[in-house]
């Protein structure tokens, strides 16, 4: 079985047709933990559902800037293998 895990580059919150909210697409997770960082490295939002996603609002639910963030992913795939991707993503309006 294939065990694959891909995420968006660019998010666009007013978007009605989709690629509005970051999000995942996973196949064969066991485990999963997902990081959002800002640009100085702090940690604005987490999940650990790799259904979930981040919809442009920090942990406490304050919307934030346009630009870019950057995503750290931790997964355990099914039959043990585990990986850690990294990436950024542009956050707009």
Request: charged share 20%.
């Amino acid at each position: 079985k294939l065990c694959t895990l891909s995420a968006p580059n660019i998010v666009s919150l007013s978007s009605t047709v989709g690629n509005n909210v970051f999000f995942v697409q996973y196949d064969g997770i066991a485990e999963f933990h997902c990081s959002i960082l800002n640009r100085w490295g702090n940690v604005i939002y987490e999940y650990s559902d790799p259904a979930g996603g981040w919809d442009g609002k920090t942990s406490g639910g304050d919307l934030v800037d346009e630009g870019t963030y950057f995503y750290i992913i931790k997964a355990t795939f099914e039959g043990g293998r585990e990986i850690t991707e990294h990436g950024f993503v542009q956050l707009k309006y």
